[in-house]
Nanobody
Framework: QVQLVESGGGLVQAGESLRLSCSTS????????MTWYRQAPGKERELVAV???????NVVESVKGRFTISRDNAKNTMYLQMNNLKPEDTAVYLC??????????????WGKGTLVTVSS
């Protein structure tokens, strides 16, 4: 069974940093694409960063310059480095991976999320 497990969340003050991890069961190369989303209380889920199977990833404009997405292929883990955190970054951060099933269909897989709380 495919599993994605996030970690690294916590309570920090504005201006501090956190690094989130998303560990995959099996090879990270099995995923066509991996993505970080976040969902703040009372708000819709929003895209934060995308990592393709091959090549480097990108973050959305709203966090550019503060967040960086990366991965360690040997550890089958994707990261989200978050610097200069702001209270508006407070959310549950979720890891998503898209991979093909045995019939070739693309299936979404989700982790349970990790909570990031930024105090002012």
């Amino acid at each position: 069974q495919v599993q994605l497990v996030e970690s690294g969340g916590g309570l920090v003050q504005a201006g501090e940093s956190l690094r989130l991890s998303c560990s995959t069961s099996g090879s990270i190369f099995n995923f066509n694409r991996m993505t970080w989303y976040r969902q703040a209380p009372g708000k819709e889920r929003e895209l934060v960063a995308v990592m393709p199977r091959i090549g480097s990833g990108n973050v959305v404009e709203s966090v550019k310059g503060r967040f960086t997405i990366s991965r360690d292929n040997a550890k089958n883990t994707m990261y989200l480095q978050m610097n200069n955190l702001k209270p508006e970054d407070t959310a549950v951060y979720l890891c998503n991976g898209v991979r093909e099933d045995v019939t070739g269909h693309l299936i979404d897989h989700w982790g349970k999320g990790t909570l990031v709380t930024v105090s002012s």
